[in-house]
């Protein structure tokens, strides 16, 4: 069974402080994703990530960064926490190939992050 | 064009009957049209999808109608059951691309 895994369900974080998501998938995919999850505006695409040490910017990754140094894992950085930043964030895999659309996305059960 | 617009924001309906989504795209390079289904404090999980060469794909209750001319397509859920209460996101998809819609929550009443 495929599994994506995020190291936190809920995170309570401050203002200024540093924060890591992290996430874990266990099919080898090459793809991998983060998205935050607001209501009325969908999964907006924060980052993703096609191989281990590429990432590419996706709709909105200002105040983030991401690390992908193995291929199953896959983190996403908040260098300075903002209130603004409060949100669900989940992440995503996928394989093997980029230029296969027809490839699924398997999605974490995502970490509600609240930044006080 | 990016944007994938979906209708309605909520949606209830009562048990066995029909529950209608639908989704507009611009984006003509999307090639993949995927639905989602997330339960409360899980992620979303693929539920049915269709490509733009067929109008239509139906699996067990849940069916996609697809028409390409008009950038529209739809999910309807045949005797709705209170388990598929949740919230059902649209996609167009092309490459690792994927926009979203912004969801519909649906509550099927017993």
């Known amino acids: 069974d495929v599994k994506v895994t995020q190291s936190s369900r809920y995170l309570v974080k401050r203002t200024g402080e540093k924060v890591f998501l992290e996430c874990v998938q266990d099919m080898d995919h090459e793809n991998m994703f983060w998205y935050r999850q607001d209501p009325g505006l969908g999964l907006r695409l924060i980052y993703f990530s096609y191989d281990v040490k590429m990432k590419e910017k996706g709709d909105i990754p200002e105040g983030y960064s991401v690390s992908r140094e193995k291929k199953e894992r896959f983190s996403l950085i908040l260098e300075s926490a903002s209130t603004n930043q409060t949100s669900m964030y989940l992440c995503?895999?996928?394989?093997?190939?980029?230029?296969?659309?027809?490839?699924?996305?398997?999605f974490g059960p995502g970490t509600r992050l609240t930044v006080l | 064009q990016q944007q994938v617009k979906q209708s309605p924001q909520s949606l209830i309906v009562q048990k066995g009957g029909i529950s209608i989504i639908n989704c507009a795209y611009e984006n003509t390079a999307f090639d993949y049209f995927p639905w989602y289904q997330q339960f409360p404090g899980k992620g979303p999980a693929l539920l049915i999808a269709?490509?733009?060469?067929?109008s239509e794909k139906k699996e067990g209750r849940f069916t996609i109608s697809f028409n390409k001319s008009a950038k529209q397509f739809s999910l309807h859920i045949m005797d709705s059951q209170p388990g598929d209460s949740a919230t059902y996101f649209c996609a167009g998809n092309y490459g690792q691309n994927f926009v979203f819609g912004p969801g519909t929550r649906l509550s099927v009443l017993p």
């Open positions: 269709i490509r733009p060469d067929v």
């Open positions: 995503a895999s996928s394989g093997p190939s980029p230029a296969v659309s027809t490839d699924t996305q398997y």
